[in-house]
Nanobody, 127 residues
Framework: QVQLVESGGGLVQAGGSLRLSCAAS????????MGWFRQAAGMGREFVAA????????VYTESVKARFTISRDNAKNTAYLQMNSLKPEDTAVYYC????????????????????WGQGTQVTVSS
């Protein structure tokens, strides 16, 4: 069983930055594709970014390109989402997700393609 624990959320003013972390345990982290999703109040879950098992293939949703950076440290079993130039529309609960034993070069971008989920961390951006 894989456990994912997010941290780093909070309240920030527009234009500010936050760094989310996702600590994984249970299985071999280096075999996972990792993704970040978000869900605003009253909305569906939205794909944000994903990174493949080796870290050399990354996908972003258009609205966060050039502002957000996904990365991973396989030695620390942790994935990160660096969020810069935050906007009020980035306000949401952010979830990390893992897909185990996934060696496809392109990481998954659909929530249905992920096996494990964290509990979520709230990000609130004030205007």
């Amino acid at each position: 069983q894989v456990q994912l624990v997010e941290s780093g959320g909070g309240l920030v003013q527009a234009g500010g930055s936050l760094r989310l972390s996702c600590a994984a345990s249970g299985r071999t982290f280096s075999t996972y594709a990792m993704g970040w999703f978000r869900q605003a109040a009253g909305m569906g879950r939205e794909f944000v970014a994903a990174i493949n098992w080796s870290g050399d293939n990354i996908v972003y949703t258009e609205s966060v390109k050039a502002r957000f950076t996904i990365s991973r440290d396989n030695a620390k079993n942790t994935a990160y989402l660096q969020m810069n130039s935050l906007k009020p529309e980035d306000t949401a609960v952010y979830y990390c997700a893992a897909r185990g034993d996934y060696y496809n070069p392109r990481p998954p971008t659909r929530s249905d393609d992920y096996d494990y989920w964290g509990q979520g961390t709230q990000v609130t951006v004030s205007s």
